[in-house]
């Protein structure tokens, strides 16, 4: 999902943190990705309300995809250990 920067028009990611994932696993780094900051090469992080609102709308949406994406992980885990 490319998203461009607001301020220099370049390409902007998602924060991506090796530390969470190390720390909490596949979950751990999913939150993140779903509640960290989005990062331009260029500009660093850009907060979330500097975008565009079509921007935050598609944001919003992946956010929730990744939350039920972790809910359904947690949940799997837990029938799995339960066997
Ligand atoms: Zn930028």
């Known amino acids: 999902m490319a998203i461009a920067c607001p301020r ?6 998602r924060a991506y943190s090796s530390k969470a994932q190390v720390a ?5 780094a999913m939150f993140y990705a779903a509640f960290g900051a989005l990062q331009c090469k260029t500009c660093g992080k850009i907060p979330r309300s500097e975008f565009p609102t079509e921007v935050q709308t598609r944001l919003a949406l992946t956010t929730t995809a990744l939350i039920v994406g972790a809910v359904a992980l947690l949940v799997v885990c837990f029938v799995v250990l339960a066997k």
């Open 8 to 13: 220099c028009g370049g390409t902007v990611s």
């Open 24 to 28: 909490a696993g596949l979950v751990g």
